[in-house]
T-cell receptor, first 114, second 113 residues
Framework: NAGVTQTPKFQVLKTGQSMTLQCAQDMNHNSMYWYRQDPGMGLRLIYYSASEGTTDKGEVPNGYNVSRLNKREFSLRLESAAPSQTSVYFC?????????????FGPGTRLLVL | GENVEQHPSTLSVQEGDSAVIKCTYSDSASNYFPWYKQELGKGPQLIIDIRSNVGEKKDQRIAVTLNKTAKHFSLHITETQPEDSAVYFCAASIKNSGYALNFGKGTSLLVTP
């Protein structure tokens, strides 16, 4: 039982390049989330998926898109990377809203945009 | 989005002393308040949580108190140990969001032997 896994662990991009961050969970969780963490800013919600087939914007969605591929997988795409998107990205999942809210986090993807 | 304010940003205590971290939130619809511990290079890990129908919860050396009227909640760690050194985040649930969370900016706790 791996929990929440994220790939890649590290990535360096040039401005304007695109990439997709992958996230998968094996806990049969309904809800999944993407956060970014910047120094002194805590974690900020980018997008979330309350259940398979639904996605919604969080606090900082600009410049990102997401896909809930199936119940296990939730990907985050940067179409045209900018230096302001240099950050650590965390994926999280939880069982079901209103029942068990505990979010379990992945190890993170460290992204540097030059 | 709605704000979660967390204080202090850094905290240094001696081993065996207590540590207290305080948070306030603005969204009156928030009803779930977890605390996470993050070690260097790792993802946040839940250490304790509290729901709005409870005023206090304790788990061994860790306790959390919630005052819904005043919209603040606190983390108390007693008999601190060097392995408690980490960054701690408070969070509050976001209404109608699948229980996504608004996080505080974190408290870096250092426990010195």
């Amino acid at each position: 039982n791996a929990g929440v896994t994220q790939t890649p662990k590290f990535q360096v991009l040039k401005t304007g390049q695109s990439m997709t961050l992958q996230c998968a969970q094996d806990m049969n969780h309904n809800s999944m989330y993407w956060y970014r963490q910047d120094p002194g800013m805590g974690l900020r919600l980018i997008y979330y998926s309350a259940s398979e087939g639904t996605t919604d914007k969080g606090e900082v969605p600009n410049g990102y898109n997401v896909s809930r591929l199936n119940k296990r997988e939730f990907s985050l795409r940067l179409e045209s990377a900018a230096p302001s998107q240099t950050s650590v990205y965390f994926c999280a999942s939880s069982y079901s809203p209103g029942l068990q809210e505990t979010q379990y986090f992945g190890p993170g993807t460290r992204l540097l945009v030059l | 989005g709605e704000n979660v304010e967390q204080h202090p940003s850094t905290l240094s205590v001696q081993e065996g002393d207590s540590a207290v971290i305080k948070c306030t939130y603005s969204d009156s619809a928030s009803n779930y308040f977890p605390w996470y511990k993050q070690e260097l290079g790792k993802g946040p890990q839940l250490i304790i949580d509290i729901r709005s129908n409870v005023g206090e919860k304790k788990d061994q050396r860790i306790a959390v108190t919630l005052n819904k009227t005043a919209k603040h909640f606190s983390l108390h760690i007693t008999e601190t140990q060097p392995e408690d050194s980490a960054v701690y985040f408070c969070a509050a649930s976001i209404k109608n969001s699948g229980y996504a969370l608004n996080f505080g900016k974190g408290t870096s706790l250092l426990v010195t032997p």
